[in-house]
């Protein structure tokens, strides 16, 4: 049974930038022909997709975040990670990794960042 | 402003039938991207409910259905139950966006 962990600061200042790492268990980051993805959910909110990378390294981004978020991957860790720079208030949310073929199949519990000073 | 347009809540009694859309346009679900819905339980991480339009996972009753026709997409619950009353999310593909979009999520009550 696969299982995703989240992990990283519950607070940020604004301005600064965003740092979660996702920790994949039950299973090799490698194996398999995936998607590994960063949803969010402001509170009261619906999903938004943040982006995805493939195990060859290859990203894709939501448009209107593309400018300030990187997703990396580490092999060795079966480790992925999320940076957002350049956070506001807007960006408070609950942050969920999750793998995908092409639905989300596996969740992470998701963790809660906020942007506050 | 979510892509893709899901009426904000629904409520039935137990025992009733309820029907959630999903509505997009011609870059999205007309154009014959899946839809998948995802149940979310109250202060939980969301559930894959229904995958490619009408297939359930392993686990998921029968209860629950999906269907697709022209730009929009519905999730049938036949015999609610008092343990059905979550958040539900439909998802598919933009490809203008070249992006994954979400609907809003819908509020199910059972009353």
């Known amino acids: 049974q696969v299982q995703l962990q989240e992990s990283g600061p519950g607070l940020v200042k604004p301005s600064q930038t965003l740092s979660l790492t996702c920790t994949v268990s039950?299973?090799?980051?490698?194996?398999?022909?995936?998607?590994w993805s960063w949803i969010r959910q402001p509170a009261g909110k619906g999903l938004e997709w943040i982006g995805r990378?493939?195990?060859?390294?290859?990203?894709e981004y939501n448009p209107s975040l593309r400018s300030r978020v990187t997703i990396s991957v580490d092999t060795s860790k079966n480790q992925f990670s999320l940076k957002l720079t350049s956070v506001t208030a807007a960006d408070t949310a609950v942050y969920y990794c999750?793998?995908?073929?092409?639905?989300?199949?596996?969740w992470g519990q998701g963790t809660l960042v906020t942007v506050s000073s | 402003q979510s892509v893709l347009t899901q009426p904000p809540s629904v409520s039935g009694a137990p025992g009733q039938r309820v029907t959630i859309s999903c509505t997009g346009n011609?870059?999205?679900?007309?154009?014959?991207?899946?839809v998948h819905w995802y149940q979310q339980l109250p202060g939980t991480a969301p559930k894959l409910l229904i995958y490619?339009?009408?297939n359930r996972p392993s686990g998921v009753p029968d209860r629950f259905s999906g269907s697709k026709s022209g730009t929009s997409a519905s999730l049938a619950i036949t015999g609610l139950q008092a343990e059905d009353e979550a958040d539900y999310h439909c998802?598919?593909?933009?490809?203008?966006?070249?992006?994954?979009?979400f609907g809003g999520g819908t509020k199910l009550t059972v009353l």
């Open positions: 999750a793998r995908a073929w092409s639905p989300v199949d596996y």
């Open positions: 039950g299973g090799s980051i490698s194996s398999g022909t995936y998607y």
């Open positions: 990378i493939y195990i060859s390294g290859s990203t």
């Open positions: 011609s870059s999205n679900i007309g154009a014959g991207f899946d």
């Open positions: 490619g339009n009408r």
């Open positions: 998802q598919s593909f933009d490809s203008s966006l070249v992006a994954w979009v």
